[in-house]
Nanobody, 127 residues
Framework: QVRLVESGGGSVQTGGSLRLSCAFS????????MGWFRQAPGKEREGVAA???????NYGNSVKGRFTISKDNAKNTLDLQMNALKPEDSAIYYC?????????????????????WGQGTQVTVSS
């Protein structure tokens, strides 16, 4: 059984930084491609960043150059370093994983075709 548990959310002022972490458990095959998504009140879910087993990454246009996704398979953690935060980054952030040997960070980001989701962690950026 795959379990994804996010942590690290909180409140920060504009320009500040936060680091989100997702602790995952389950088979390696179930957490090959992983990513971060976010959803603000009244808005659709948005792909933030995703990573493939070979460490190839993909980022949403609104976070490129500010956010960095990384995965530590030894520690079973998926992190999202968020810098230069803006009020529009405020949302609930979700960790997600795609099962199977063939997966694409780009497709995961674009279509949100994850098999597993975490419960989310709140990020609030004040101006």
């Amino acid at each position: 059984q795959v379990r994804l548990v996010e942590s690290g959310g909180g409140s920060v002022q504009t320009g500040g930084s936060l680091r989100l972490s997702c602790a995952f458990s389950g088979s390696t095959d179930a957490t090959n491609c992983m990513g971060w998504f976010r959803q603000a009140p009244g808005k659709e879910r948005e792909g933030v960043a995703a990573i493939e087993p070979q460490a190839r990454t993909n980022y949403g246009n609104s976070v490129k150059g500010r956010f960095t996704i990384s995965k530590d398979n030894a520690k079973n953690t998926l992190d999202l370093q968020m810098n230069a935060l803006k009020p529009e980054d405020s949302a609930i952030y979700y960790c997600a994983a795609v099962q199977g040997p063939l997966c694409s960070a780009g497709l995961l980001l674009a279509f949100g075709n994850a098999d597993y989701w975490g419960q989310g962690t709140q990020v609030t950026v004040s101006s």
